[in-house]
């Protein structure tokens, strides 16, 4: 039996799949590779040293879709395709209702119609609503403010219903807070389409030296340093968290609702601090203003998860500083392979 991942080429998912390759599970990866590379699936093989099919395909296109069901016997899916940066979706949010949304339905119909109704969905901690008490349980109010958040709720709202129409389906829904660091191999790691919008991987290229300096965003906040604060969350940890979702899924049906995050948090100053100790590299910052639609604070409750999945995070973040910072200099151009004798030729 076979787990189907879609989005399995991109960051989370990437490291998800050498875990589930790691525990024995066979996989087949669906990706239309627009937001990652195909040279992922090589180190994959490599890195666990074992095979599985990729299918390079837009969940847009039900027929396809329907070929990778045909073609496998898929037990479960784990769910990662999407579209997920939030300007983007707020410049055009057709495409992010049409990508996540649509794509989503597609698959849930193919499943529906396989018979396959155990899903692990990527969702958010950006669901929350801002301004209420943390840490944030899995039972605090939601409220999206941007397109891609909104598809996150409405995605989730879906899956709701459809185990409200038929019990068999089983559905767990992880909510994830700030997923950073890559694999302590650096092989794989988060490889962001021209200027990094996230912390951690605009900090690796500052330190590097692909980027001038760290520009933070706002030091005027109700925290202690006067930064933001975010629950930082390994990949690794949060790809483990998918082992557990699945386990769920594979033997009650239901529709359950997780956060994955370490249940604390550090503020942007923090993060700076701890990537310097880890590095042992100066990370060259400033103040700026605040970023619109930043909250203060947003940490997680991670009591169900632990309880209920089984499962909590366990990597520091000096640990998640040093595989960032190995990923990045292991791979300066990311899964770009810079072809040396084409430029020599060029020049
Ligand atoms: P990513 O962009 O690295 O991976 C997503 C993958 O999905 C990419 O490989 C992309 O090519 C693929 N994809 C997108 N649309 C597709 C489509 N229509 N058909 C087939 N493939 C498609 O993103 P990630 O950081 O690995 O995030 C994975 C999931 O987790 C996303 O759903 C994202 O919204 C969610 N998430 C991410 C974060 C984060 O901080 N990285 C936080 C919360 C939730
Ligand atoms: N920050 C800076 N400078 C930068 C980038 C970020 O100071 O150049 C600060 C931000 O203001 C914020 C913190 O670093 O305080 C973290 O910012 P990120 O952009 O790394 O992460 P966010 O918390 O804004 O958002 C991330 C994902 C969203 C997701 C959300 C909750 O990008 O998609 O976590 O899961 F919805």
Known sequence: MTILVTGGAGYIGSHTCVELLNNGYEIAVLDNLSNSSEEVLTRIREMTNKSFMFYKGDLLDKDFIKMVFQKNRI????????LKAVGESVQHPHLYYQNNIMGTLHLLEVMDQYEIRKIVFSSSATVYASSQPMPLSENSITKAINPYGRTKLMIEEMLADYYQANPKWSCVVLRYFNPIGAHQSGEIGEDPNGIPNNLMPYLTQVAIGKLNELKVFGNDYPTPDGTCIRDYIHVVDLAKGHIKALNKV??????????????????VLEVIQAFEKATGKKVPYSIGGRRQGDVPICYADTSTSKMELLWQATKSLEEMCKDAW????QNPNGYKIIDHATLNSNN
């Open 250 to 267: 594979q033997i009650e049906s239901g529709y359950y609702t997780y956060n994955l995050g370490t249940g604390g948090g550090y503020s």
């Open 75 to 82: 037990e479960a899916v784990i769910h990662f395709a999407g």
């Open 326 to 329: 190995n990923w990045q200099t």
